[in-house]
């Protein structure tokens, strides 16, 4: 699992049948201290997620599991929309602290 903040959404009318339905996210991944790395990952995504959110994301086989479908074309999958983040007692990301 990777945390990233929500950066924008990737829309497509041509796609993959099992996608239909499907919100894509345009991902940035955030590093310990909470910077922005140069590193982006489209994932698609379960749990409403909205722009600038920080989220917790899966890759890989586990993020088609997590989807219930095994069989779709999925690499990387949102699973948990993102509260706070705090390392020994520093509080790095608060939620409630960003939209003030």
Same mark, same amino acid.
């Given at each position: 699992?990777? $945390?990233?903040?929500?950066?924008?959404?990737?829309?497509?009318?041509?796609?993959?049948?099992?996608?239909?339905?499907?919100?894509?996210?345009?991902?940035?991944?955030?590093?310990e201290?909470?910077?922005?790395?140069?590193?982006?990952?489209?994932?698609?995504?379960?749990?409403?997620?909205?722009?600038?959110?920080?989220v917790?994301?899966?890759?890989?086989?586990?993020?088609?599991?997590?989807?219930?479908?095994?069989?779709?074309?999925?690499?990387?999958?949102? $699973?948990? $929309?993102?509260?706070?983040?705090? $390392?020994?007692?520093?509080?790095?990301?608060?939620?409630?602290?960003?939209?003030?």
């Amino acid at each position: 699992m990777q $945390i990233a903040k929500v950066r924008g959404t990737v829309v497509s009318t041509q796609k993959d049948p099992s996608l239909q339905g499907t919100k894509l996210l345009m991902l940035q991944v955030v590093d310990e201290e909470g910077n922005l790395l140069p590193k982006y990952e489209v994932a698609a995504d379960n749990v409403g997620a909205g722009l600038d959110e920080w989220v917790l994301y899966s890759v890989g086989s586990a993020s088609r599991q997590i989807l219930g479908n095994e069989k779709r074309p999925i690499d990387a999958a949102v $699973i948990a $929309i993102i509260d706070s983040v705090r $390392i020994e007692d520093r509080l790095v990301y608060s939620k409630k602290d960003q939209y003030r």
